[in-house]
C-alpha cells in the first residue's frame, strides 16, 4: 500500500528516534529545502540582488552563492 504523507506527519517522523521512518523524513525535508532555495536564489538574483547580500542571509560565501548561481542556471539550460 502506497501512502502519501503530509509535513505535519513527516515531522512527528523526524522527532522519534533513529529509524527507517526518522531518516526518511530528514531526506524528504532536505529535498524540499534545496528546492525552496533554488527558488530563492534564482528569484532574487534575477530580481538584481547581489550576490554578496544573498551570500549573507544564507550564512556562506560570496563565492559559494556565485557557484549555485551559475550550478542553477547550468541545470536550467538543461532542462
Do not use: C
Not at 1 to 9: F, G, K, L, S, V
Not at 38 to 58: P, T
Amino acid at each position: 500500500m502506497h501512502h502519501i504523507y503530509n509535513d505535519e506527519e513527516m515531522l512527528r517522523r523526524l522527532r522519534q528516534p533513529p529509524s527507517i521512518g526518522s531518516f526518511a523524513a530528514l531526506k524528504y525535508f532536505k529535498k524540499l529545502l534545496a528546492e525552496r532555495e533554488r527558488e530563492l536564489i534564482l528569484q532574487a538574483i534575477a530580481a538584481g540582488w547581489r550576490g554578496w547580500d544573498v551570500a549573507i542571509l544564507l550564512g556562506v560565501s560570496r563565492q559559494a552563492v556565485q557557484q549555485r548561481w551559475k550550478r542553477l542556471t547550468r541545470d536550467d539550460d538543461q532542462d
